[in-house]
């Protein structure tokens, strides 16, 4: 189950301390929907490359398993498992056509990797237990999130050297965004409750949507510093965008909620749609 999955199917029990004013806008978003391959139900919508590429999860609905997918401008849909994999995540897509995922072994471990060229690469972090790589900037810089037995944290890869982005005195932190300057976006967890922040150069700056009731997961971000996210409320999620230090929500007419998965430097915001019947639809959207 994926960190974002899990974090929205949690029960909590305390409110969110809010951080902004005027969360109650709406954005203006055009929309451009897209439906699964036969077969295959959306899981996730996660990372959009600069070219419009869109990545994320199917569930397959014969096999029972997650599969990776890339969607490409044109809409072709790519399914893509991990070898030896029992379940593959994609989450980030960077401008070159590299895809970092994770996916879980047979013996229930998960392993970050990098797809470029159609060449596959595994990839642990030293003495993990399990990785999450979750996006790749145009330098090839990568971030994610590690576990040990006592605690999980965040990492930044840059030129074959790591620097640990571990939110102080937190027991998990995930990082899941990064823009070409360095610039990460990620959530900790204080018990249950799922807090957002921006991380660069060291420093935190937390970002949080006001009064949401059981936390923040930021997802997405871009070389503007524009970020999108996710307040969480029981077993569903709504997206937002966060720019100049106010948050606009991202709402699609007649659908029962919307997640935001990521943003690219074009500004174009990837994501899925869960419409009131149950159904998921994909989507691409420009936001004001």
Same mark, same amino acid.
């Given at each position: 189950?994926?960190?974002?999955?899990?974090?929205?199917?949690?029960?909590?029990?305390?409110?969110?301390?809010?951080?902004?004013?005027?969360?109650?806008?709406?954005?203006?978003?055009?929309?451009?929907?897209?439906?699964?391959?036969?077969?295959?139900?959306?899981?996730?919508?996660?990372?959009?490359?600069?070219?419009?590429?869109?990545?994320?999860?199917?569930?397959?609905?014969?096999?029972?398993?997650?599969?990776?997918?890339?969607?490409?401008?044109?809409?072709?849909?790519?399914?893509?498992?991990? @070898? *030896?994999?029992?379940? /593959? +995540?994609?989450?980030?897509? =960077?401008?070159? $056509?590299?895809? %970092? &995922?994770? #996916?879980?072994? !047979?013996?229930?471990?998960?392993?970050?990797?990098?797809?470029?060229?159609?060449?596959?690469?595994?990839?642990?972090? @030293? *003495?993990?237990?399990? /990785? +999450?790589?979750?996006?790749? =900037?145009?330098? $090839?810089?990568? %971030? &994610?999130? #590690?576990?040990? !037995?006592?605690?999980?944290?965040?990492?930044?890869?840059?030129?074959?050297?790591?620097?640990?982005?571990?939110?102080?005195?937190?027991?998990?932190?995930?990082?899941?965004?990064?823009?070409?300057?360095?610039?990460?976006?990620?959530?900790?967890?204080?018990? !249950?409750?799922?807090?957002?922040?921006?991380?660069?150069?060291?420093?935190?700056?937390?970002?949080?949507?006001?009064?949401?009731?059981?936390?923040?997961?930021?997802?997405?971000?871009?070389?503007?510093?524009?970020?999108?996210?996710?307040?969480?409320?029981?077993?569903?999620?709504?997206?937002?965008?966060?720019?100049?230090?106010?948050?606009?929500?991202?709402?699609?007419?007649?659908?029962?909620?919307?997640?935001?998965?990521?943003?690219?430097?074009?500004?174009?915001?990837?994501?899925?749609?869960?419409?009131?019947?149950?159904?998921?639809?994909?989507?691409?959207?420009?936001?004001?």
């Amino acid at each position: 189950m994926s960190v974002r999955r899990h974090a929205l199917l949690v029960v909590l029990t305390i409110a969110l301390l809010s951080t902004a004013s005027n969360a109650k806008k709406i954005a203006s978003c055009t929309f451009d929907t897209f439906n699964p391959p036969s077969g295959y139900t959306i899981a996730e919508v996660n990372g959009i490359g600069d070219d419009g590429t869109v990545v994320g999860q199917l569930f397959d609905n014969n096999t029972q398993r997650g599969v990776g997918f890339l969607r490409a401008p044109n809409g072709k849909i790519t399914v893509y498992s991990a @070898p *030896k994999s029992s379940q /593959t +995540w994609i989450y980030g897509q =960077n401008a070159t $056509g590299t895809s %970092v &995922g994770y #996916y879980l072994d !047979s013996k229930s471990h998960l392993h970050g990797f990098s797809l470029a060229g159609g060449k596959f690469t595994s990839f642990d972090y @030293p *003495k993990a237990t399990n /990785t +999450w790589l979750l996006d790749v =900037n145009q330098q $090839g810089a990568t %971030v &994610g999130s #590690y576990g040990t !037995s006592s605690a999980v944290k965040g990492f930044l890869l840059a030129n074959g050297n790591y620097t640990t982005i571990a939110y102080p005195n937190q027991q998990s932190t995930y990082v899941y965004a990064l823009n070409d300057s360095q610039a990460a976006v990620g959530s900790y967890f204080n018990g !249950s409750v799922s807090f957002g922040f921006l991380w660069q150069n060291g420093k935190f700056t937390d970002i949080n949507y006001p009064k949401a009731r059981y936390g923040t997961l930021l997802s997405g971000i871009n070389n503007a510093g524009v970020i999108v996210g996710n307040h969480i409320s029981a077993d569903r999620a709504f997206g937002f965008i966060y720019q100049k230090n106010a948050f606009a929500n991202i709402v699609y007419s007649g659908g029962n909620y919307t997640l935001a998965g990521g943003i690219n430097n074009n500004g174009v915001i990837s994501g899925q749609i869960v419409m009131k019947n149950g159904d998921t639809l994909g989507f691409t959207a420009v936001c004001k």
